[in-house]
């Protein structure tokens, strides 16, 4: 025994050739590389698809919300500020657009939007800018931004009536 070991040492084993460390390393990293690679190939489409479907969704109901809000203001010019009572006052109203090439319904409308006819304009406070009264909104309650928009220019449009002394007959 030399004088640098101890009789508790242990012998020493020599580090595996650093060939074959390094060949794991590499079929490691292929295989996450790969796993990635797939995640990506398959889960991209599938991402886009779900974005483009709620795109649609979300201009539909856009246009469904500005359309009927289109519907109220010519309602209340037509009848100089009385508010309608069901859609069926505001049938008269409506008029088919070609926006995108598609032509919006009447069902269309009633199936996306819910419009408050239980509201009474002339009890409405026009100074309310924080939260203006909901004349309408959309069922989904999604797009609660575009609401608030639209329930704000009706109600600048019911102060523009007020403002112009016209009754309803």
Request: charged share 25%.
């Amino acid at each position: 025994m030399s004088e640098l070991e101890s009789p508790t040492d242990e012998p020493q084993t020599e580090a595996p050739p650093r060939t074959v460390a390094f060949g794991n390393l590499r079929r490691r990293f292929t295989s996450v590389a790969s796993v990635v690679i797939l995640a990506f190939i398959i889960l991209t489409p599938i991402i886009g698809l779900v974005w483009l479907r709620n795109a649609v969704v979300r201009e539909r109901e856009d246009n469904a919300l500005w359309h009927s809000q289109t519907m109220l203001v010519r309602h209340l010019v037509r009848t100089r500020g009385g508010w309608p009572q069901s859609w069926g006052d505001l049938e008269e109203d409506f008029e088919p657009t070609n926006h995108s090439k598609r032509s919006d319904r009447i069902d269309t409308l009633k199936e996306l939007v819910t419009i408050d006819f239980e509201q009474d304009p002339d009890a409405v406070d026009l100074t309310t800018t924080d939260e203006p009264p909901s004349f309408l909104a959309l069922k989904s309650g999604a797009q609660v931004a575009e609401s608030t928009k639209a329930n704000r220019q009706l109600l600048k449009f019911i102060g523009r009536i007020r403002e112009s002394g016209e009754q309803p007959p």
